[in-house]
C-alpha cells in the first residue's frame, strides 16, 4: 500500500500568491506531502513504484490541478527527495519512478531495453489524466534519468511539454557513453555494474561476493569469461555488460531508442529542451549532437548549457586537480534553476527564459595557474553567450605534426617523415581524468602518472616520458589563443599487426612555476579509434600490416584559451586504459581474445602524409 508523509518546512511562506497563465497557484507552499510506493500500471500490466510529492497548505492538499514533474531514475528514488521537495514547494506536483526491475518497480532490469521508452511514455500519459494534474507533464534528470527523458521523447506523449536534459546526451552508445567508435568503455561500464550489484543486492550471497574482490583488480582480467566472473552472480548484468563488450558492429542492436537518439531524431516530440553538458562528461559529444540536430528538425526551441564540470559536477567550482573558480559552479543547479526553466515553459512566467542566448558556454582559462588553497591549479574562466553553434567567426585551422616534435600551422614536414613506437597491451596508457565516470577519477589533471590512476607504476613519471607516447607541442605562444568547437584530428598511420588502437589528446602545457615547478599538463579533451573500425561501423575490416591508413579522431568539444607562454601539445599513443578496453593486437573476436601481443605502430608526417590537428579558433575573448 502506498505510504503518506508530510514534509513541513521550517521557512515561512516569503512570497504571496500569484496568477500564472495556466491559473492561480502561490509562488510557494507552505509544506508538502508525500505518498511513496504509487504502483503505475505499464501496457503489459506491470507497476513501476513512484513516490508522488504535492504541495500543501494549511494541511490540506492543494485542490487546483497543477503542471507534474516526473523523473524516472535507476537509482534509490530518496537520493532525489530533496530536489522532489523543493518543485513541489513552488507549484509542481512531482514524481519520482523507479526504472523496471529496480528497487520496488516490477520486471527485469537491463541496462537497455526497448520498454524502458514505452514505460515513459505511460507514465507521463497516466500521471497527466490524474486529478491532481492540469495535463503537463515535464522531465528531468541526470544521467540515466536524462537518457529515459529521451527514450519517452522519442514516442511523442501528447502529455510531455519540457525537458532538462543533465549529462545524459547519449546521441548514439556505439559511437559514446558505452562502446567509443568501436572500442569498450569498459572501465566505466563494469564500474556501474559493479556498484549497482553492490547498491541492490537482495542476496547475501551477491553482496559477499562483490565484497570480496575489488573492481579495479578486475581491470586488467578482460575480457571476462561468461559464466567465470563476480557479475555472474546476476545473470542479467552479465549479459547486458558483455553484450556490449562482444557486440561491436553497428547493427540493429545499437539503434534502440533507449541507447540512440540518433536514429529517433525525426520521431521526437517538437518541445522545448534545455541540453546541459560539462567539458569532462561522458556524454559531451551526445549533447552537441543533440542540441544541433533537434535544433534544425524543431521549431520550439533548443538551448546549450556546457560548464567546467565532470559527469556530476554542476556543483562544484573545480574538476579533478583543477580549479575554475566560483563562477564555474551553478549551486542553485537542482533547484532554482530548473524551476526557473519549467515555471516559463509549463506555467507561463516570463521569467526571462525566453530571452536567454541559444548557447551558453565556459570558457575556462583565463586564471593565472596559481596554486589554490585546496592545492588545485587555478585555470579560470568566463561565461560566454553565443547565438549558435559553432560560435559565429570560427576559423578552423589545422595544425601540423613534424618529425622533430614541432606542431605548427605549416604544411611542409620538418624531421624525420615518420615515427614509431611500440605499444605493449600488457602496460598500456592509463587513464588520467577526462570524460569517464563511475569510480574513474575524471575531470582536468597534470598528465603524470600517480597512484591514484591504476595502473600507472612508481616512480610516477609524465606521460610525455613514455616510449608509446608521441608528442606534438607548439613552441611557447606569443599570444593568447582561444579554442572552442569541435576537434579533428586527421593520423597517417602503420601498423604491424590487423589491428590495434590509436588515441589522440589536446592538452594545454603550463610553463614552469614556482607553484608548478614541473609546469602542469593540463588534459583538455581526448579520443580513441579502433582500427579495424577506421572506414566502417557496420562491418569491421582488418589491417593490413604496413599499409598506411587515415584514421580520423574526433575528441570531444572544448572551449579553452591557451595562455600566452603556454604550449598547445597534442599526444599520440595506442591506449587510454582502464577508460578504453586494450586492443590485444590479435585480430580476435572483440571481447573473446585470449591472446595479447605488442603492436609497432609508425605515425606519418610529411607532406604526403600530413597529419594534423584542426583547431576551432575562435574570436579572441573580450
Known sequence: MPRFVLVALSLALTAAPRAHAQGASPKRYDSVSVTHDVMIPMRDGLLMATDIYRPVVNGVLVGVPLPVLLNRTPYDRESLAASATYFAERGYVVAVQSLRGRYSSQGVFMKVQPADATDGYDAIEWLAKQPYANGKVGMWGQSFAAHSQAGAAQLKPPALSALLLNMGGLANGWDHGVRYRGTYEMGRQLTWAWSQLLADAKRPEVKATLEREKVEDWYARQPMPRGLNPLSVVPTYEAWY????????????????????????????????????????????????????????????????????????????????????????????????????????????????????????????????????????????????????????????????????????????????????????AHPVPTIGGGSSARLKDGAYDQREDPRFPPSQAPWMPLRSRADVVVFQTEPL?????????????????????????????????????????????????????????????????????????????????????????????????????????????????????????QDNTVYHSTRYPSHIVLPLAPAMK
Do not use: C
Open 242 to 425: 558483455l553484450d556490449f563488450f562482444e557486440h561491436a558492429d553497428y547493427d540493429a542492436f545499437w539503434k534502440d531508442r533507449m541507447v540512440n537518439w540518433s536514429e529517433h531524431y525525426d520521431e521526437t516530440a517538437d518541445i522545448p529542451m534545455l541540453h546541459v553538458g560539462g567539458w569532462y562528461d561522458i556524454f559531451l559529444a551526445g549533447t552537441f549532437q543533440n542540441f544541433v540536430e533537434l535544433g534544425k528538425r524543431h521549431r520550439t526551441p533548443q538551448r546549450l548549457l556546457v560548464g567546467p564540470w565532470t559527469h556530476s559536477g554542476n556543483l562544484r567550482p573545480y574538476a579533478g586537480d583543477v580549479s575554475f573558480g566560483p563562477e564555474g559552479a551553478m549551486p542553485d543547479f537542482q533547484t532554482a534553476f530548473h524551476v526557473r526553466w519549467f515555471d516559463h515553459w509549463m506555467k507561463g512566467d516570463a521569467n526571462g527564459v525566453e530571452k536567454d542566448a541559444p548557447v551558453r558556454l565556459f570558457v575556462m582559462g583565463t586564471g593565472d595557474g596559481h596554486k589554490d588553497a585546496d592545492k588545485r591549479l587555478f585555470h579560470g574562466g568566463v561565461w560566454k553567450d553565443y547565438p549558435s553553434w559553432p560560435v559565429p567567426g570560427t576559423r578552423f585551422v589545422p595544425y601540423y605534426f613534424h618529425g622533430d616534435g614541432t606542431l605548427t600551422t605549416e604544411k611542409t614536414g620538418k624531421g624525420p617523415a615518420s615515427t614509431t613506437y611500440t605499444f605493449d597491451p
Open 478 to 598: 606569443a599570444e593568447d589563443v582561444t579554442v572552442i568547437g569541435p576537434i579533428t584530428v586527421t593520423l597517417h598511420a602503420s601498423s604491424n599487426r590487423t589491428d590495434t588502437d590509436f588515441t589522440a589528446k589536446l592538452v594545454d602545457v603550463y610553463p614552469p612555476s614556482v607553484a608548478w615547478p614541473g609546469g602542469f599538463d593540463l588534459n583538455l579533451t581526448d579520443a580513441i579509434v579502433r582500427g579495424r573500425y577506421r572506414a566502417t561501423r557496420d562491418h569491421q575490416v582488418l589491417l593490413k600490416p604496413g599499409q598506411v591508413y587515415e584514421f580520423t579522431i574526433a575528441p570531444f568539444p572544448t572551449a579553452n584559451v591557451f595562455k600566452k607562454g603556454h604550449r598547445i601539445r597534442v599526444d599520440i599513443s595506442s591506449s587510454n586504459f582502464p577508460r578504453f578496453d586494450v586492443n590485444p593486437g590479435t585480430g580476435e573476436p572483440l571481447g573473446k581474445n585470449r591472446r595479447m601481443v605488442t
